[in-house]
């Protein structure tokens, strides 16, 4: 069975900086993929960024990295510079591998505030 | 752009009544998927949907059930509503079992009194 767990409930960041998201996650499965997602207040997921966990270097897409290390089984988002139109739920999620590998776990996710 | 809409952005039912959930993607992809999302769970997979006609049980399937005639349409069915299906309802498609990464509609946010 995979898990996913996001241990920071909420999290505060000031304009302009970086913040960091917290992702770890269990499974056994040899090949899988970590995925962060946005929810703002509106409702509707947004994908932000993926991870495979062959990919020999860290995600990146604009303003959002991915810190993967792979023995410590975490998957951190790392947003820099950050934004107000950041302020939104985050989700890490997870696929694995075998028959149904398209399917997604998630985590209970962190509501990121940003202040100005 | 991947467009997945879905048929209410609010509904309200009362128990015991048989509610129907639409969902349709634009971009041809294979796979569709049913989540509920609720305050401090996360999100939860109801059921998916891997072709027309073919469909898996997700982690909570129990007082649902879907319906995939067309390849672009995902139907989530209560039979019978109660109460504790009070939830946002989230569908999502992928294009197919390689490329992962799923594409949300703007939910729906069911209430059943």
């Known amino acids: 069975a995979q898990k996913i767990t996001q241990t920071q409930p909420g999290m505060f960041v000031q304009e302009k900086e970086a913040v960091t998201l917290d992702c770890t996650y269990d499974?056994?499965?040899?090949?899988?993929?970590l995925f962060w997602y946005k929810q703002p207040s509106s409702g509707e997921m947004i994908f932000l960024i993926y991870?495979?966990?062959?990919?020999?270097q860290n995600a990146t897409e604009g303003r959002y990295s991915l810190n993967f290390q792979k023995a410590r089984k975490s998957a951190n988002l790392v947003i820099s510079a950050s934004q107000l139109g950041d302020s939104a739920m985050y989700f890490c999620?997870?696929?694995?591998?075998?028959?149904?590998?398209?399917?997604?776990?998630f985590g209970k996710g962190t509501l990121l505030t940003v202040n100005p | 752009d991947v467009k997945v809409t879905q048929s209410s952005r609010y509904l309200v039912k009362r128990t015991g009544e048989k509610v129907f959930l639409e969902c349709v993607q634009d971009?041809?992809?294979?796979?569709m998927f049913w989540y509920r999302q609720d305050p401090g769970l996360g999100l939860r997979l109801i059921y998916f949907?891997?072709?027309?006609?073919?469909?898996e049980k997700g982690d909570i399937p129990e007082g649902y059930s879907v319906s995939r005639e067309k390849k672009e349409r995902f139907s989530l069915i209560l039979e019978s509503a109660s109460t504790n299906q009070t939830s946002m309802y989230l569908c999502?498609?992928?294009?197919?079992?390689?490329?992962?990464?799923?594409?949300f509609g703007p939910g729906t946010r069911l209430t059943v009194t």
């Open positions: 971009m041809d992809h294979e796979n």
């Open positions: 949907s891997y072709d027309v006609k073919m469909k």
């Open positions: 999502a498609s992928s294009l197919s079992q390689v490329h992962y990464e799923q594409y």
């Open positions: 991870q495979g966990s062959y990919d020999q």
């Open positions: 999620a997870m696929r694995g591998s075998g028959g149904s590998n398209y399917k997604l776990t």
């Open positions: 499974t056994s499965d040899p090949s899988y993929g």
